[in-house]
């Protein structure tokens, strides 16, 4: 074989090593957007029991003009360490859940990627009227979750079920507008491992939104609103 003919052979190699990469990468982002839901994020809520008409991603779609209603504070929570707790939709208490991504920044090695603060428009604020007719959170407990994924020949899984990592309850004011609540309390360094490459120690985090207490609307007493929710993290994906 020719010194030519050799470099030919060694750049179909290359160049056919480069296209498996590139597809590689290409379709685990893919099974990861389908994992984690991360453009329509999966969104668990009590509110479907008090709206069955309700669209839940309004909670999530940037727009704090449109509002999820019918999360009714009724009944009595459950111990949030028991893991069925993390997708029981019974109304033990008014609650909104949903995933926010994964522990850590994609990189080589991926880096921990902490929550910072969690950004609530508390009430139907698609105008001053909604906003008073509708019940809004006045006391809400944060209850976060990790879940483990797995690698099954390439194939990454959710295998495991939720585990409790933490909890803390906030008190929210009775107004207008965005509120911030703070979320230095996640230790990520204590709690979440470094990792060597992806999946080694990498989790979905989800969080559970309970609201213990409220203020009552002008117009539905109990009926609970909620605008916007959005999370802010040390590096952003966006």
Do not use: C
Not at 2 to 15: D, M, Q
Not at 76 to 101: E, K, S, T, W
């Amino acid at each position: 074989m020719s010194r030519l003919e050799r470099y030919a052979l060694a750049l179909i190699v290359t160049l056919s090593a480069v296209g498996v990469a590139v597809w590689f990468v290409a379709r685990t982002n893919s099974r990861l957007d389908a994992l984690l839901n991360i453009r329509r994020p999966i969104i668990i809520s009590s509110a479907v029991m008090g709206n069955p008409d309700v669209d839940l991603r309004a909670i999530m779609d940037a727009d704090p003009r449109t509002a999820v209603n019918g999360l009714y504070a009724t009944g009595r929570p459950v111990a949030p360490h028991d893991a069925a707790y993390a997708f029981d939709q019974r109304i033990h208490q008014a609650f909104i859940m949903f995933p926010l991504g994964l522990s850590h920044f994609p990189g080589n090695p991926p880096r921990r990627n902490p929550l910072r603060s969690m950004r609530i428009w508390s009430g139907d604020q698609s105008d001053s009227d909604s906003f008073a007719r509708y019940a809004r959170p006045r006391t809400i407990q944060l209850i976060f979750y990790l879940q483990k994924i797995v690698d099954f020949d390439r194939e990454y899984r959710l295998q495991e079920a939720p585990v409790y990592w933490t909890r803390r309850e906030f008190k929210l004011e009775d107004s207008g507008g965005e509120q911030t609540v703070p979320l230095a309390f996640l230790d990520f360094n204590a709690r979440i491992p470094e990792s060597s490459g992806f999946p080694d120690n990498i989790y979905a985090i989800w969080v559970r939104m309970d609201i213990l207490d409220y203020y009552s609307g002008s117009e539905y007493d109990r009926n609970i609103a909620v605008s916007e929710i959005s999370f802010e993290r040390d590096i952003s994906s966006r």
